[in-house]
């Protein structure tokens, strides 16, 4: 081997060393230069492309590439040659640096302007208004119902939706085989236990934990075992009143039932009582109130009668009283209860209650 060939090896290793750099590097020079383009490039894209110019970045210019194999030569090279091989090692490596920054440089830029676009809001939209929901009719109607009582000075009883029979029946003078437990034929379980098939239950109860006098209102849920038609639902509503003290007579049930229905439906609301018999009541009472809409005339919501038809009521029986431990001597009371759903359809304009519980927020949603 002669002088000069020894001398030229080297020069030739940092040569190819520069070659495969290039060939490798061929596919990301198009992301330099000022034609370059990278629009057409997805962020994960270019994540990946970032991923493998780092790996090409390590075997060119790293601890074991060809290129720092080479700068361990400069030693062995010729003295007088040294000086030229030294620069084409230093001007090899910072070209192979400078094309992998660049590259990087633009990917990395590519990358950042992706994510922000794809994290960016466009705050000129419209927004998105949430979509808010509201009281069902049935609510709202007992909504107005309790404020009107509350007014009166009642308070409001919350009761249980299942039942003994001794709330349900026993203790509202309805012993076992009475027919009326027929009319009200309910859901019953295995056990002694039933759905409540009326808001009467909430009298013995407000009794037995407040005793007399007592003043309250219990609206809620009541079943019984029916087929649902336009009037009928074996769920339904209703509202139960009692008012027990000293010396209430029959005449503070009509004023109280005529003054409710004065503030429900307007001034010149009037009130009927029919005579009529509940267990838990004597003497016992129907009352209707004069049509909303016709005021007495005669129209289709009222059937041409003049009057709707609303609940019963009467002067608390004395059996009920004892029932609680209340002395029929010293006390005496009214009660009423009233049905909401068919107050509500009327004054919605439904003509059949089940659109009130099937939830179809379509037919739901006109009420507010
Ligand atoms: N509970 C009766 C029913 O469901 C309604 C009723 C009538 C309640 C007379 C009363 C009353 O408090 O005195 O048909």
Redesign the pocket.
């Known amino acids: 081997m002669t002088d000069s060939e020894k001398d030229q090896e080297p020069t030739q290793q940092v040569e190819s060393a520069r070659k495969a750099f290039e060939q490798e590097f061929e596919r990301f020079a198009r992301f330099i230069g000022d034609s370059a383009d990278l629009s057409a490039l997805s962020l994960e894209q270019a994540s990946a492309e970032q991923r493998s110019l780092a790996d090409v970045r390590t075997r060119h210019l790293g601890k074991k590439s060809a290129l720092a194999a080479s700068k361990k030569l400069i030693g062995r090279v010729a003295p007088e040659l040294r000086a030229g091989f030294g620069q084409l090692v230093q001007a090899t490596e910072s070209t192979l640096i400078g094309a992998i920054d660049q590259a990087e440089q633009r990917l990395k830029n590519h990358i950042e302007a992706e994510r922000t676009a794809r994290e960016s809001v466009d705050v000129t939209l419209p927004g998105r208004r949430p979509r808010l929901g509201h009281r069902h009719p049935i609510t709202l109607v007992r909504e107005r119902i309790e404020d009107i009582f509350v007014a009166l000075g009642y308070a409001i009883e919350d009761g249980r939706e299942i039942e003994t029979d001794f709330y349900n029946f026993d203790a509202l003078n309805i012993p076992a085989n009475h027919p009326a437990r027929a009319s ?1 034929d309910t859901f019953y379980t295995t056990t002694d236990l039933a759905l409540r ?4 239950t909430v ?1 013995i109860h407000a009794m037995q934990r407040r005793g007399a006098p007592v003043r309250m209102i219990a609206p809620g849920r ?1 079943f019984r075992r029916d087929t649902p038609d336009p009037t009928h639902n074996p769920m339904f509503f ?1 509202v ?3 008012c027990v003290d000293r010396g209430i007579t029959m005449s503070h049930l009509k004023g109280t039932v005529a003054e409710f229905l004065r503030r429900m439906f307007g001034v010149d609301t009037v009130t009927r009582f029919r005579p009529s018999y ?1 267990p ?2 004597e003497p ?1 009472a129907e009352f209707d109130f004069s049509c909303f809409k016709c005021k007495g005339a005669g129209c289709r919501i009222c059937k041409n009668s003049g009057w709707i038809e609303l ?4 002067m608390v029986h004395p059996n009920v009283l004892r029932a609680v431990g209340v002395d029929p001597q010293e006390f005496s009371g ?4 009233l049905g909401i759903d068919r107050m509500c359809a009327l004054m919605y304009g439904l003509d059949d209650i089940r659109l009130l519980f099937e939830n179809d927020v379509r037919s739901l949603e006109q009420f507010e």
């Not at 098939?197 to 009467?200: A, P």
């Not at 609940?311 to 009467?314: T, V």
């Not at 009214?334 to 209860?337: D, K, L, N, S």
């Open positions: 009200q098939s009326q808001t009467s009298q009541v209703q139960e009143g009692l509940f838990f009541t016992s609940g019963g009521s009467g009214f009660a009423f209860g």
